[in-house]
């Protein structure tokens, strides 16, 4: 353990603080701490962990390109300029479709009410489905792709966020008919605070006829397990992003799996999974919304077959 130091407040950012600024988890920090060797933060009187301006900067390094599929234990210990240099080889720099880049202008030139009512636009001309599935994915990849660039602001990011999650939020309640069936708890593990990922299955799942229940993110394995019966759902959906480990993700549908009676499903996707060769036994990895679709037609097949 560091010793602690006796530092001013405004020295080093809190755990809580970084959490936020860089969508890693504190258990993600803890384990890379203990594995990696890396962050290596101070303690401040109350023995709490502080971290440098370096170190919150080399992580949003690190979170970006874990997005982009870099696996933590491979990059972890190269420099905050060797990152910036790896961010700068990657494949040359492409352009967004017309309508994308049109959004990504508002949103960097601060135009918060045109950017918010061209999104607006786009749900009402292509519906909730396409809207997901086609304009708020470019907009995810995009706008990360343009963060990796150094083009767009943390600040930015998350105006973009809010904007979507309120916008999605409102789409999902003013769907009409709300689905039936499949009956989907939807939610995710602690750590996992992507809630754009998850509003985003949750407006799919509801477009497609299915009956959601949404916990929120974060939600603890035996909750869920008390959940399931109490809102007699079919399935348990779980989120994980590219911030949340493939063994963590693979665990944590085993665990639940173990814990639900065999009527209800599990499914589990995310970035976190796109790579996983083999789902845990009984559970069901969807790798894209193209997978969800057909998983719904599937259980409602089998099921009208029952």
């Known amino acids: 353990m560091e010793a602690a130091v006796d530092l001013p407040d405004d020295a080093l950012y809190n755990i809580a603080a970084v959490e936020r600024d860089t969508g890693l988890s504190k258990d993600t920090l803890r384990v890379w701490e203990r594995r990696y060797g890396f962050p290596t933060p101070v303690r401040d009187r109350h023995d709490e962990r502080l971290y440098s301006t370096g170190q919150l900067e080399k992580l949003r390094l690190l979170r970006l390109l874990i997005d982009h599929g870099h696996r933590p234990g491979k990059i972890i210990n190269q420099s905050n300029v060797e990152l910036t240099?790896?961010?700068?080889?990657?494949?040359?720099?492409?352009?967004?479709?017309p309508e994308i880049a049109a959004l990504i202008a508002l949103l960097t030139s601060h135009d918060t009410d045109g950017f918010r009512n061209a999104l607006l636009q786009a749900l009402m001309k292509q519906g909730l489905l396409r809207f997901v599935t086609e304009t708020v994915a470019a907009l995810n990849y995009w706008i990360g792709e343009a963060w990796l660039a150094g083009k767009i602001a943390v600040f930015d990011e998350h105006l973009y966020s809010e904007h979507v999650q309120n916008i999605l939020r409102n789409a999902?309640?003013?769907?009409?008919?709300?689905?039936?069936?499949?009956?989907?708890?939807?939610?995710?593990?602690?750590?996992?605070?992507?809630?754009?990922?998850?509003?985003?299955?949750e407006a799919v799942l509801v477009a497609e006829g299915g009956a959601c229940v949404a916990l929120g993110t974060e939600t603890p394995v035996i909750d869920i397990q008390n959940a399931a019966p109490a809102y007699q759902v079919d399935v348990v959906a779980l989120s994980f992003s590219s911030a949340f480990t493939q063994n963590a993700a693979l665990a944590g549908l085993t665990e639940l799996r173990a814990l639900l009676p065999d009527s209800i499903e599990v499914w589990g996707g995310g970035g976190a999974l796109a790579r996983a060769r083999k789902a845990p036994a009984g559970a069901l990895l969807l790798r894209s919304f193209d997978d969800m679709r057909y998983?719904?037609?599937?259980?409602?097949v089998e099921h009208a077959q029952r």
């Open 85 to 97: 240099q790896l961010i700068a080889s990657r494949a040359p720099e492409q352009t967004p479709p």
């Open 295 to 300: 998983a719904l037609e599937r259980w409602r």
């Open 172 to 201: 999902i309640i003013a769907q009409p008919g709300r689905g039936s069936a499949p009956r989907v708890l939807l939610t995710s593990l602690p750590g996992e605070k992507h809630r754009i990922g998850l509003l985003m299955v």
